[in-house]
């Protein structure tokens, strides 16, 4: 028992040492604008906040599906932003799954976008599977943490059918939060 005991501490110091290691490296760093345009301009984007317009972005989701914001008029979108291997992102993504599921009939669409460097198909693949999360992903193609300013994970935005952004927060979104910002509008 007791060796058990060491391999799984020993286990766990090594991975703990592992993430120190990769976050130190810049690979879990947040997605650079200028990494991905070269001539990219060094401005900073402007806050987007409630009551303003949300940009257009069009993604490709994980079910090799095309999820264009513009093409969303008679919806209102949830804009999550995650990353797959974010653990702490799992919980609020089960709460999406059942928002998705007892909105859908009433104009509501979720979409969670994966913006870090690190993320990739494999992990958004994971991340649906170890959290029982069905909701449409996507990795951040669009350069939307840059249009939306996402530096923090588990942002979300709720954006209202005329693209206005009803509701924006940078933190973990409980279910009644949705529920109640949600029935706002519907």
């Known amino acids: 028992m007791k060796t058990n005991n060491l391999q799984v501490l020993g286990g766990i110091a090594l991975i703990v ?5 990769v976050s130190k490296s810049g690979y879990l760093s947040f997605n650079n604008p200028k990494d991905s345009q070269p001539n990219a301009p060094t401005s900073t984007p402007s806050v987007l906040g409630v009551g303003q317009r949300a940009p257009d972005f069009n993604l490709t989701t994980l079910d090799n599906q095309q999820f264009r914001l513009s093409d969303k008029k008679e919806k209102t979108v949830i804009l999550f932003g995650m990353a797959g291997w974010c653990g702490t992102c799992i919980p609020e993504g089960r709460v999406l799954t059942k928002i998705s599921q007892e909105y859908a009939n009433k104009g509501i669409e979720v979409i969670g976008v994966a913006f870090t460097k690190g993320d990739n ?56 939060d949705y529920k109640r910002e949600l029935d706002k509008i519907i």
Not at 17 to 21: G, H
Request: hydrophobic share 35%; aromatic share 14%; proline share 2%.
């Open 121 to 176: 198909d494999d992990f958004l693949k994971e991340f649906k599977k170890v959290g029982s999360i069905d909701i449409p992903l996507a990795l951040d193609t669009d350069n939307v943490a840059q249009k939306y300013n996402l530096t923090r994970l588990e942002t979300t935005y709720i954006i209202k059918k005329d693209r206005i952004i009803l509701y924006k927060d940078e933190q973990s979104t409980s279910y009644e």
């Open 17 to 21: 040492s592992a993430l120190f290691f």
